[in-house]
């Protein structure tokens, strides 16, 4: 039985296909348009899916679709009466959903009345919920989803046994978590989609003296939290988002108001430099959404009496209130889907189709994050072959993994910087070790290098190690399994000299942890690497410079070129500045 999962019209436009109960495929819609968090109808990713899966269009028994247009129908009504533009927007958003079978049937040139599956309409923060607990190793957790907003709610919780989950609360608009950091990361002078992790990043250079200003601006209360309405504006015009152009990156409208300006001080202008005062604001951001988070999850853990959690949703990405959940809380065990974010949704709800709807058992476990494209060594041949390397100063040379692991490891230690391609693309947006850039851990100035020379990021926003799973204990204070790169831990004190390029300026790093059985060749290249300099780490940052992650061979050899890497792996090939 095929289970099609489409996050369509929302920001992290994507698909994933179920065969009988496994995950097959799942890739994010910007990773085939080039267009960074690209909304839309996510055609290109469905082909893929269908394509990865061998089945046809007309294979497909069930469709999946995370939105329902009719939770939470009384209070989007209130705010509708009150925003007439919010209305309008609903309806055409309405319109949109409904539609989507025609969507899917034109994509693939067919009549709407030939499609043979049945449509579902899974509950946003449900389909979040599924995301991380059926791709779990656990049989029975607690869950928890947070994010901006998502089918008029920002957060749900509840606990799943088996193949059944059930919720047990929700918070609805305008609450929103999510919304709470984005709207702080504006008022900062960050106004890109997704800009909070540079505020988040910011933060370890601060101390939280705002913090009391922070607990007036969201507010504990029994489950959960509130936020103070007078600092926000998207409880007045709800909150405006352009999603639905499949050729635009999505933008969020301000969601701050002047009273925040009145409680905190004055915003900060994207043109303006960055004091010791946005610092302090950006950690007492991050120090009471740590409050609230952690709080909500004590209550969970009380509430349920387990001993695992599984983790959704936007904030389910801030890997420094994660790193703290393993002895912060209750919780034992921590598990985060690696699209804990929007482009998720289309797995989560794929799979609760199969278990909760049709009642099927539990089979599948995501140990690793690789369910995207994969090439062959012909098309890579072909890429290289195509891009002339050979003939433009580059030498290319095809080695057995012995060799090319000890030529990379080699490179590695004498400080060049290394693209990394390899078999399927990661699902979600980090890189672990099939589309990155690989750099040594132990040299200072590292960092300061990739950014001036690969990835001309801001130069507070940290890089993130890779290191054997069966290491992280012996150099960070935790070694709970981090295999998403979803949590920092503290890099042990006498440790963090020998690694400086990953460690973030508070001592933590956020690690992947990196399983032989996940990504053989990945943790055998940092075995090789131990060998050759006694670090069981690499510096891992993403196979890009301000456009999506490469997904092809072609893109990976472009972007090669353009930035000023020193040397490039693409499956068994082995290419060098000659
Ligand atoms: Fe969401």
């Not at 329902?68 to 705010?79: C, E, I, M, V």
Request: glycine residues 8%.
């Amino acid at each position: 039985m095929n289970i099609l999962g489409i996050n369509a019209y929302h920001g992290n436009a994507s698909a994933a296909i179920v065969c009988d109960g496994k995950l097959v495929a799942a890739v994010e819609e910007e990773r085939f348009n080039r267009v960074k968090y690209a909304a839309g109808f996510p055609a290109a990713a469905i082909r893929y899916c269908l394509k990865e899966a061998g089945v046809t269009l007309a294979d497909v028994d069930h469709v999946a679709v995370p939105r329902n247009p009719y939770a939470r129908l009384g209070t989007k009504l209130f705010y509708a009466m009150r925003m007439p533009s919010f209305a309008r927007e609903r309806i055409k958003m309405l319109a949109k959903f409904t539609g989507i079978r025609e969507a899917l049937a034109a994509a693939f040139d067919t009549d709407p009345e030939r499609l043979q599956a049945q449509f579902h309409r899974v509950e946003h923060h449900v389909a979040h919920l599924a995301s991380s607990f059926y791709c779990s190793p656990f049989e029975e957790a607690a869950l928890l989803s947070a994010d901006g907003l998502g089918d008029f709610a920002s957060s749900m919780w509840g606990a799943g046994s088996g193949p059944r989950m059930n919720v047990h609360g929700a918070i609805s608009f305008p609450h929103s978590l999510g919304l709470y950091y984005s709207a702080i990361t504006q008022y900062l002078g960050f106004w890109k989609f997704g800009d909070e992790y540079k505020v988040m990043g910011l933060g370890a250079y601060g101390e939280p003296e705002y913090l009391e200003n922070f607990r007036e601006i969201v507010r504990s209360n029994g489950n959960g939290f509130a936020l103070t309405l007078k600092y926000f504006t998207h409880h007045r015009t709800g909150p405006e988002m352009s999603w639905a152009e499949a050729d635009k990156t999505p933008i969020l409208g301000k969601l701050f108001s002047d009273e925040l300006a009145k409680h905190l001080g004055p915003e900060r202008k994207p043109e303006e430099g960055i004091e010791q005062r946005h610092k302090n604001l950006a950690s007492s951001l991050q120090v009471r959404l740590e409050e609230v988070y952690l709080g909500m999850l004590q209550r969970l853990a009380e509430q349920t009496q387990l001993k695992s959690v599984c983790l959704a949703g936007g904030v389910a990405f801030n890997c420094v209130a994660n790193g703290k959940i393993p002895g912060g809380t209750p919780f034992e065990n921590v598990y985060v889907h690696p699209a804990a974010g929007d482009a998720g949704l289309a797995v989560g709800a794929a799979l609760y189709i199969w278990h909760q709807v049709l009642g099927k058992p539990r089979s599948f476990f995501m140990e690793h994050a690789y369910w995207g494209p994969g090439f062959s060594a012909e098309e890579t041949r072909q890429a290289i072959d195509a891009a002339k390397l050979g003939q433009t100063g580059f030498a290319v040379a095809q080695l057995d993994e012995e060799k090319l692991l000890e030529r990379t490891a080699g490179i590695i230690g004498e400080g060049k910087i290394l693209g990394w391609f390899q078999g399927r693309a990661e699902w979600g947006p980090r890189a672990l070790g099939n589309r990155s850039i690989v750099a040594d851990p132990r040299r200072p100035e590292m960092k300061e290098i990739l950014n001036r020379r690969i990835k001309h990021r801001e130069i507070f926003r940290p890089f993130a190690p890779s290191i054997l799973a069966e290491a992280a204990g012996e150099w960070f204070e935790k070694s709970h399994p981090s295999p998403f790169m979803t949590m920092a831990y503290s890099v042990r004190p006498e440790k963090r000299g020998k690694i400086p390029a990953p460690t973030h300026v508070d001592g933590t790093g956020r690690l992947q942890t990196v399983t032989k059985t996940a990504n053989p060749r990945y943790w055998r290249l940092i075995k090789e690497v131990e060998r050759q300099t006694g670090v069981p780490v690499v510096l891992n940052t993403s196979f890009n410079d301000n456009e999506p992650i490469v997904c092809k061979p072609q893109e990976a050899i472009d972007c090669f070129l353009r930035t000023q890497m020193d040397a490039l792996v693409l499956g068994d090939f082995l290419i060098t500045k000659s």
